[in-house]
């Protein structure tokens, strides 16, 4: 049974404004609506058809919309932050596989990107982020499971009133088997994102040592990443 929103229109049929322009490739139709209700609540709705993922249990492809589902009702069983998880439904029709996932809207955040280039934030609350950063990925990667698309447009902070970090887009994180491998995964793509935006080796260094300490990780081999300064002693970046 669908779930109603504003006046009793289904998910599938309510319409908002498109956040970004929509994606089309080869027969597949990927886009992102920004929907308020008439309370004011706002709501995500991710719309896709014949955007597929193929697995040993799908060989024949589902909905990447039904894998990031999954993935949320992962994280929230083990408190991983994201945005709430509010609705999924996915079918087949004439025109192939089609899905709907809705999560809440997160109120006051912004992206971690946006947050660096805007300078929103002290040096002091800066570290204080990337801190509770490593907190959240931490579990994550303990379990085996990598996002696979960590970068800081995906991390959204909130300062106030209390500090809050969260992750988006979990359509493509899977579980890889081994935290190493998960984490080597995420931290070198992160890396280099924190390097571009500026990030210092002091920051970047607190980081990952903390990352290092809660997810009880050392050695770490991050391709293609420059050495710090003064490197910490849980990390080896490699150039290759």
């Known amino acids: 049974m669908l779930e109603p929103v504003i006046d009793g229109t289904s998910w599938w049929d309510v319409q908002g404004v498109w956040v970004e ?3 089309e490739r080869r027969q597949g139709i990927s886009g992102v609506q ?3 209700d008439s309370q004011g609540a706002v709501y995500y709705v991710k719309r896709q058809t014949n ?6 249990r799908y060989p024949r492809g589902r909905p990447t919309l039904l894998r990031e589902w999954l993935n949320l009702q992962f994280c929230a069983a083990r408190g991983i932050p994201t945005a709430p998880p509010q ?3 996915m079918r087949k029709s004439v025109r192939g596989w089609e899905a709907v996932l809705v999560t809440r809207g997160l109120d006051g955040f912004i992206s971690l990107e946006d947050g660096i280039r805007g300078g929103r934030w002290t040096c002091t609350e800066r570290r204080k982020i990337l801190l509770a950063l490593a907190e959240l990925l931490a579990p994550l990667h303990r379990a085996g499971r990598k996002h696979g698309h960590l970068y800081p447009k995906e ?6 009133p209390e500090l809050s970090v969260a992750l988006l887009d979990w359509e493509v994180a899977r579980y890889v088997g081994l935290a190493r491998w998960a984490a080597q995964s995420d931290l070198a793509r ?3 994102s924190l390097i571009a935006l500026d990030v210092g080796d002091a920051d970047r260094r607190a980081f990952l040592e903390c990352y290092c300490a809660l997810a ?3 050695d770490l081999q991050l391709r293609g990443v420059p050495a710090l300064t003064d490197e910490p002693s849980c990390s080896r970046p490699s150039a290759t």
Do not use: A, K, Q
Request: net charge positive; no cysteine.
């Open 155 to 160: 991390i959204l902070v909130r300062t106030e």
């Open 21 to 23: 322009p929509v994606n």
């Open 34 to 36: 920004r929907v308020v």
């Open 190 to 192: 992160l890396w280099r």
């Open 51 to 56: 955007h597929l993922y193929r697995s040993l």
């Open 87 to 89: 609705f999924f439904d």
């Open 216 to 218: 009880g990780l050392h």
